[in-house]
């Protein structure tokens, strides 16, 4: 089974791109799922992190060919179905 890769998370007063989940300066962000991607008209790169007790967790990634989909939900709605089937096989 591949290991996960783990990051630190930037301090930051500020976000720098607005995010999902809310803001606060004094509640420290724990415990959070990111889906992250990389939109292009030619490929999407799509990765699923997990935030805990301060590290950036990569849980996912995937490559697709951006064209073989009608739409960026339906690319994302592939991307879950996968995610599914690899929590399954892990178990």
């Known amino acids: 089974m591949k290991k996960n890769r783990i990051f630190s998370l930037p301090t930051a007063h500020e ?27 030619t490929k999407t790169h799509l990765s699923l992190f997990e935030i805990k007790e301060e590290q950036l967790t990569l849980l996912i990634e995937k490559l697709y060919h951006t064209k073989a989909y009608t739409s960026l939900l339906e690319l994302i709605q592939e991307f879950k179905i996968e995610k599914s089937k690899k929590s399954t096989e892990s178990v």
């Open 15 to 41: 976000p720098l791109i607005p995010m999902a989940f809310g803001f606060d300066k004094k509640t420290k962000v724990t415990n959070r799922i990111i889906l992250a991607g990389d939109v292009g008209g």
